[in-house]
């Protein structure tokens, strides 16, 4: 792993709310704005980037923290900016604040984290796991 980051170093992302972001449960729309979840998905995506970029040969990144306070909606056709904001590495553990917004208006916060590993022990780790559950 690289770490060319430093503390409140940002990464950003756009998205633009179609029906496909809707709130839709068990196929029945509960809402026709921005779901949590793909609030969710959206702001792990923005905080990724700095994984991406951190990431050497063999390694990979996966999600250890994934926290959500949805504020406001996103109505179909406004554009979301997310931020990403860098608060630190613990080992090998990313650690950032998330945010996702309409112009001035607050859609979401949160945090993420994601934990930077060796390929291989992780696949060995999912290969084991999954013959403990019978797989």
């Given amino acids: 792993m690289t770490n060319p980051f430093q503390p409140g170093d940002e990464q950003h992302h756009r998205l633009t709310v179609t029906p496909e972001h809707f709130a839709v449960l068990n196929g029945r729309l509960i809402h026709p704005v921005l779901s949590t979840f793909a609030l969710g998905q ?30 406001g909606p996103a109505f179909e056709g406004e554009t979301v900016e997310f931020r990403a904001i860098f608060e630190q590495l613990a080992g090998p553990e990313l650690l950032c604040r998330v945010e996702a917004r309409v112009g001035p208006r607050l859609v979401a916060t949160g945090r993420t984290g994601q934990r930077i590993v060796s390929s291989a022990k992780l696949q060995a780790r999912f290969q084991e796991l999954r013959q403990q559950a019978g797989h």
């Fill in 42 to 71: 959206a702001l792990e995506w923005t905080s990724r980037q700095f994984v991406e970029a951190m990431l050497e040969e063999g390694e990979e990144g996966i999600g250890t923290l994934l926290t959500v306070e949805h504020r």
